[in-house]
């Protein structure tokens, strides 16, 4: 069966390259003319390979990323940029921090070979409805790689923004492939959704952060973390007390841990869950509302629950920074969670435009890119070392 291509640009040039370079026998090429248009074609077709003009005046390479996250299936995708060694890192690391595929950059104008040699696997995958098989991972590897050194947590910096100082962090999965490369969290988690084993992964990654964090606490730095925890886990009738054992085992205070827990994947109607964040709480665990808004959460039911901490949804940010009725919508969202006497943490801040806007709305706690990418524990240290000497400065943060 043929692979669709889709040529996202804002001239008609890259899809004729493509339909002239590709053979029509493997590919079929279709057209969008700029980022808004590719989107509603997204939405109604399935492509396997979005390849894209980075430099578009409507969108650019990472809105384009940040887009394809918000489809119900997920296209691979190549963009064309510029030689600069430092923008194809930038759109790499942004790839993997949304868990996007990226199967490469190539430089304008496109040359034929180079076309050829990024897409030559992609004939041999199994269509768009059957993106789970990207991954690569028979059950048996993933389970191996977990309890070995497949996976690997990485750390994002978290800034308060009131006094610009560092707050801790936020622990992320990482998996190293066996051909080199890495997976991001959203592909990990894709993988061990498929094939049941989203509490095996949760147990994981609490047991390798802690025991990252408990090191760092060894050698004199006590560095608060956020680390994800999955329904499949809280619905367990002994997860509380797995999480209690594990802070002791590797010397953690609690109060030094935050479990996020996502707002669309909390069953607020189940017992057991209730009943272990309750647990957790009354232990001295953090409990933070991750990704608030993109769920359907009462929030009648959710007053009960003792959270101390609201993530607010990236798309908020991304929406408000553009648009007067998400800015809106946004500022009202830290209104209800200062109201609430909560903590509000804005994920997904990218440029100087979205810290300015999470400041003025009076948000805490601020993470993204700006900030700091997720890094390895021995990269956070150096991170904070050089954010408290002064010789990394965060653009219109202080």
Request: charged share 25%; net charge negative; glycine share 10%.
């Amino acid at each position: 069966m043929s692979k669709r291509i889709l040529a996202v640009d804002d001239s008609l040039r890259l899809q004729e390259t493509l339909s002239t370079y590709l053979p029509a026998i493997d590919f079929l090429v279709a057209g969008a003319a700029g980022g808004p248009q590719a989107l509603d074609v997204l939405k109604t077709e399935r492509f396997d390979v979005v390849v894209a003009n980075h430099n578009m005046a409507d969108y650019d390479g990472f809105r384009l990323i940040e887009m394809i996250t918000d489809l119900d299936y997920s296209p691979s995708i190549v963009l064309v940029c510029d030689d600069d060694p430092v923008v194809r890192q930038k759109i790499r690391e942004h790839a993997m921090a949304y868990s996007i595929d990226l199967l490469g950059t190539l430089s304008s104008p496109v040359s034929r070979d180079m076309l050829v040699s990024t897409l030559v696997d992609v004939a041999d995958l199994g269509g768009a409805d059957t993106e789970g098989s990207r991954s690569g991972l028979a059950e048996s590897e993933f389970m191996r790689g977990l309890m070995t050194d497949g996976l690997s947590p990485v750390f994002q910096p978290k800034v308060n923004l009131r006094n610009g100082r560092v707050v801790g962090a936020e622990a992320f999965a990482r998996w190293s492939a066996p051909g080199g490369g890495l997976l991001g969290a959203g592909a990990v988690i894709k993988v061990a959704r498929e094939q049941g084993h989203m509490d095996v992964l949760t147990y994981r990654m609490l047991e390798l952060a802690l025991q990252q964090q408990g090191k760092w606490r060894g050698e004199g730095k006590d560095v608060p973390l956020s680390v994800n925890i999955s329904s499949v886990n809280l619905r367990k009738t002994d997860f509380a007390d797995v999480v209690s054992g594990l802070a002791d085992q590797f010397g953690v205070d609690p109060s030094m841990v935050r479990l996020e827990i996502t707002e669309a994947d909390f069953d607020v109607d189940d017992r057991i869950p209730l009943e272990n964040l309750g647990r957790l709480h009354a232990r001295g665990f953090g409990l933070g509302l991750d990704d608030f808004g993109a769920g359907f959460a009462p929030l009648m039911k959710l007053k009960s629950i003792p959270f101390d901490e609201i993530v607010i949804d990236r798309s908020f940010l991304a929406r408000a920074a553009e648009d007067q009725t998400a800015r809106i919508i946004f500022e009202t969202a830290i209104d209800l969670v200062k109201r609430l006497k909560l903590s509000s943490t804005v994920e997904g801040v990218e440029t100087e435009e979205q810290l300015k806007l999470a400041k003025d709305v009076g948000a805490d706690v601020a993470q993204g890119y700006l900030i700091g990418k997720p890094m390895s524990a021995n990269e956070f240290l150096i991170w904070i070392e050089d954010y408290e000497d002064g010789v990394l400065i965060i653009p219109g943060l202080t």
